[in-house]
């Protein structure tokens, strides 16, 4: 038996934590665990053990973007997620893909499957 596609995700608001992990589940996927902040990001890339990440900008100890790069650097995929944040991404991210809040079922299953492809 396969395991499923596993996804991390990092997100600061337990509510929307929470709305993504059902999706995850419902969706089939593997759920490899949430972390709210860019240090507990990092360690858990570093740890590794899932596929893709879904990455919202604002976490509970800054932006996003070291993360992405981390993410990056190990050539795991991953969504950014925002509510619209007002400034664009680092030019190494800007062309990564976007998950635009407030979150559906089919766009979360949309840009999951995309990342599958990658």
């Known amino acids: 038996m396969t395991q499923p596609f596993s996804i991390l995700i990092i997100e600061d608001e337990p509510l929307?934590?929470?709305?993504?992990?059902?999706?995850?589940d419902m969706l089939g996927y593997g759920l490899a665990g949430t972390v709210d902040s860019v240090a507990d990001a990092l360690g858990q890339i570093e740890a590794g053990g899932f596929d893709a990440a879904i990455l919202d900008v604002h976490l509970r100890?800054?932006?996003?973007?070291?993360?992405?790069?981390?993410?990056?650097?190990?050539?795991?995929?991953?969504?950014?997620?925002?509510?619209?944040?007002?400034?664009?991404?680092?030019?190494?991210?800007?062309?990564?893909?976007?998950?635009?809040?407030?979150?559906?079922?089919?766009?979360?299953?949309?840009?999951?499957?995309?990342?599958?492809?990658?």
């Open 16 to 24: 929307i934590s929470m709305m993504m992990e059902d999706f995850v």
């Open 61 to 118: 100890d800054g932006v996003c973007w070291p993360v992405a790069d981390a993410l990056a650097a190990k050539n795991i995929p991953f969504l950014i997620a925002t509510g619209g944040h007002v400034e664009p991404p680092p030019a190494a991210h800007a062309d990564a893909p976007q998950l635009a809040k407030p979150f559906t079922l089919d766009g979360v299953t949309t840009a999951l499957e995309s990342l599958q492809r990658a």
